[in-house]
């Protein structure tokens, strides 16, 4: 286990994604509860990379979710809607993993769903360079049918009663919601729908680096040998 600032941490994973070779660009989750800091850490991580010359490509999972209709259809605040109705995995798979992984043509969409018309969305392809990063942000990223696509697995832990304090001052910032409904969303939907991930996937057992992001401004993580 090591500790230090958020610029240690992030160097250290830098340093990292350079220790692992691969014939195709390289596939990074960075899994967590919603209001880890995911998203923060694989911008921190990304402008760190792209300083060092590193062709980057982030995406995230709320670019592959499905149409409200099909997320909802167990219930605004499903536990089980948001683990097994919420994300177009299949189609991830199809139109980023694959085409970066082993064999792949390296063509790719970092996107097939559209937040604001809630509809679908084909963007234009693009061709990764061969040394290529990708930095992929999201929930359930380390479950059983993803897996074996990525190719470096972060998973950012964070006590869940402090993701509901973080998504309360993001909510206020962004305007987005009561406090009261941010507060259930996250007990009725967000927190169960970890805890069945983590009971049937065990996504921190998984990970090749473990951040405890619960200290923002000094982090502690524990980066693990190579699996075989």
């Known amino acids: 286990m090591e500790q230090g600032t958020r610029g240690e941490l992030v160097t250290r994973l830098a340093e990292t994604i350079r220790s692992v070779t691969a014939a195709h660009p390289l596939r990074v989750a960075i ?55 919420a994300h177009d995995r299949a189609a991830l798979c199809r139109v980023l993993l694959d085409p970066l992984g082993p064999g792949g043509d390296r063509r790719f969409q970092v996107s097939v769903y559209d937040a604001e018309t809630d ?25 059983p049918e993803l897996i074996d696509r990525w190719d470096l697995r972060v998973f950012v832990s964070v006590p869940f009663e402090r993701t509901i304090d973080r998504a309360q001052v993001r909510g206020a910032a962004a305007l987005a919601g009561s406090s009261a409904d941010i507060e259930r969303s996250w007990r009725d939907r967000y927190i169960p729908s970890q805890r069945l991930y983590f009971a049937t ?28």
């Open 31 to 85: 899994d967590g509860p919603p209001a880890a800091g995911k998203t923060t850490l694989a911008d921190e991580l990304a402008a760190v990379l792209r300083a060092q010359d590193r062709d980057v490509i982030r995406a995230t999972i709320d670019d592959f979710l499905v149409p409200r209709a099909q997320r909802y259809r167990r219930g605004r605040y499903s536990a089980e809607g948001c683990y097994f109705d």
């Open 119 to 143: 509809t679908p969305s084909s963007p234009p392809a693009a061709t990764a360079s061969a040394d290529a990063v990708l930095l992929f942000d999201g929930v359930f990223l380390l479950r």
């Open 201 to 228: 996937a065990r996504p921190a057992e998984h990970a090749d680096v473990v951040v405890y992001n619960d200290q923002l401004q000094r982090p502690a993580w524990e980066v693990r040998p190579p699996r075989a």
